[in-house]
């Protein structure tokens, strides 16, 4: 009994920010907090894709729908925090390991997306029908970083990761470059989630 009680007072362990740091696009005043409380990863035949979501509730059917290139579009408020960013890393030549640093041409394949200033996902029809954060959306990838990555699909992935630099934009708005800064660090571990490898991805 006296377990039982002491199970549900504890309720479920709580789920803890695997990345620290934040981002902040250069002449701007706002800024992306990163988390990294899930992640989820695959590889197939070299090319290798990890996904680290800022929300505690993200799962490893959401993210895979969300950024599925044939998906119907699902509401992001479950993979992002508000004023948060979401981090994707995307290679090929995987084999079990891999780690580069400050290569452009390696993390360009990548992206960081942060959902910035005051604002919700709001869905909008037309053309480009699909959700959309309403205040500043900034998106691009590191320059300055360094990834150190190993795992299978078979288990799970743990990612090793600095970031300082980035370049970006905020693509919604205008075509200027605005260049990021933020110390970003942490370990990650990903889930293995077979449903990446449908997301078009491979």
Same mark, same amino acid.
């Given at each position: 009994m006296s377990l039982l009680f002491w199970m549900l007072?504890?309720?479920p362990a709580p789920i803890n920010p695997m990345l620290e740091g934040s981002l902040t696009p250069e002449g701007h005043e706002l800024n992306g907090d990163f988390f990294g409380y899930?992640?989820? /990863? +695959?590889d197939n035949q070299g090319v290798l894709l990890v996904y &680290?979501?800022?929300?505690?509730?993200?799962?490893?059917?959401?993210?895979?729908?969300?950024? /599925? +290139?044939?998906?119907?579009?699902?509401?992001?408020?479950? &993979?992002y925090e508000d004023q948060s960013c979401n981090l994707m890393i995307k290679t090929t030549g995987y084999e079990g390991?891999?780690?580069v640093s400050d290569d452009r041409i390696q993390s360009a394949s990548s992206s960081i997306n942060c959902n910035m200033g005051d604002?919700?996902?709001?869905?909008?029809?037309?053309?480009?029908?699909?959700?959309?954060?309403?205040?500043?959306?900034?998106?691009?990838f590191p320059i300055l970083y360094s990834w150190n990555i190993s795992g299978d699909r078979d288990s799970e992935y743990i990612l090793d990761i600095e970031m300082t630099e980035y370049e970006g934009?905020?693509?919604?708005?205008?075509?200027?470059?605005?260049p990021a800064f933020g110390n970003v660090s942490g370990t990650v571990t990903a889930e293995a989630c077979i449903e990446l490898g449908s997301s078009g991805h491979f």
């Open positions: 007072a504890c309720g899930r992640a989820f /990863g +695959f &680290i979501a800022s929300h505690r509730e993200a799962t490893c059917e959401s993210v895979a729908q969300y950024i /599925g +290139f044939e998906s119907e579009p699902i509401d992001p408020s479950t &993979i390991s891999w780690e604002g919700e996902w709001e869905y909008q029809h037309g053309a480009d029908s699909g959700y959309n954060w309403t205040g500043k959306l900034w998106a691009g934009s905020f693509p919604r708005e205008e075509f200027s470059r605005y």
